[in-house]
């Protein structure tokens, strides 16, 4: 039976991106610190050297996020009008929780569907 990435036996790059697993085995973690990627996966060896999120994740937390507080904040003055201070004390901290809450799990995602389809920098060719 072939040991490679396409053998079944993968994790989904989904799956393994969302939990911060390793795109090849799906045993360890990706990450070393909150969202710092590990050199390599200690379980498999895979070399971490590929991944670059960039600015991908911010980019999608930015629309996840601001859909998400400008909506509730939206639906709360229509539905109930509370007094401004109520907003300040809600949307705040919910944009921080939403925002430190999908940082990690969307960087992994990045990182997994990069090694799922061999994405690399783009070259000019002579």
Request: hydrophobic fraction near 45%; charge should be neutral; charged fraction near 15%.
């Amino acid at each position: 039976m072939s040991n490679d990435r396409w053998s079944g036996l993968s994790p989904s790059p989904i799956g393994a991106g969302l939990t911060g697993k390793c795109p090849r085995c799906g045993n360890a973690s990706m990450f070393r610190g909150f969202i710092a990627v590990a050199p390599t996966c200690p379980s498999c060896g895979l070399d971490y050297s590929f991944a670059d999120a960039g600015d991908g994740p911010a980019v999608f937390i930015m629309l996840i996020g601001g859909a998400l507080v400008v909506g509730g904040a939206l639906f709360t003055e229509i539905r109930w009008e509370p007094p401004m201070w109520v907003h300040a004390m809600i949307w705040p901290p919910f944009a921080i929780a939403v925002c430190l809450g999908l940082l990690r799990p969307l960087k992994g995602l990045l990182i997994a569907l990069q090694y799922h389809n061999k994405a690399e920098q783009g070259r000019l060719e002579n």
